[in-house]
């Protein structure tokens, strides 16, 4: 399965670099912003998939390992650089693990919380993404 990347500009400085991201550039306009901080060594977060929602992850500081599944096919990308995020589909069930000590996930979102969006057991998500 296909991971979709994004590009996230940034303005590179001896002071410190500045990545910017804007509404109006974005593939979706985000109403929620949220982010995993603190996360213990050996942790693991996700573990579902979205009927609507869609989502951009970006590693703020540090790494962590992000696997994507459609039901068929499964990829696994490690994000470590602030200026590239991953933009994730409806019905693409996402794990994520392996966070290195004080790494911050950034994660976008197209909606806000709701919790019936939410795919949450994999026999479901294996059914509703299974052909006819
Ligand atoms: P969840 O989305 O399962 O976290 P992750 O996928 O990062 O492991 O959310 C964990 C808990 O936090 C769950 O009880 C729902 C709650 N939550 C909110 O109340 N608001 C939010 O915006 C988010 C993302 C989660």
């Not at 002071?15 to 949220?34: C, H, I, Q, T």
């Not at 540090?62 to 409806?90: A, C, M, R, Y």
């Amino acid at each position: 399965m296909e991971v979709k990347w994004l590009d996230i500009p940034s303005i590179k400085d001896p002071r410190g670099n500045l990545a910017v991201l804007e509404n109006s550039k974005l593939p979706f306009k985000p109403k929620r912003v949220y982010y995993l901080f603190d996360v213990p060594s050996g942790s693991e977060r996700g573990g579902h998939a979205h009927k609507n929602l869609l989502q951009l992850i970006i590693p703020l500081s540090g790494s962590f390992e992000l696997v994507l599944k459609d039901g068929q096919k499964q990829k696994s990308v490690t994000l470590h650089n602030p200026t590239k995020g991953v933009l994730i589909p409806t019905m693409v069930w996402r794990e994520l693990r392996n966070f290195s000590a004080g790494s911050v996930c950034l994660v976008l979102a197209s909606e806000e919380y709701e919790e019936e969006d939410y795919i949450r057991d994999w026999n479901e998500f294996i059914s509703a993404t299974s052909q006819p």
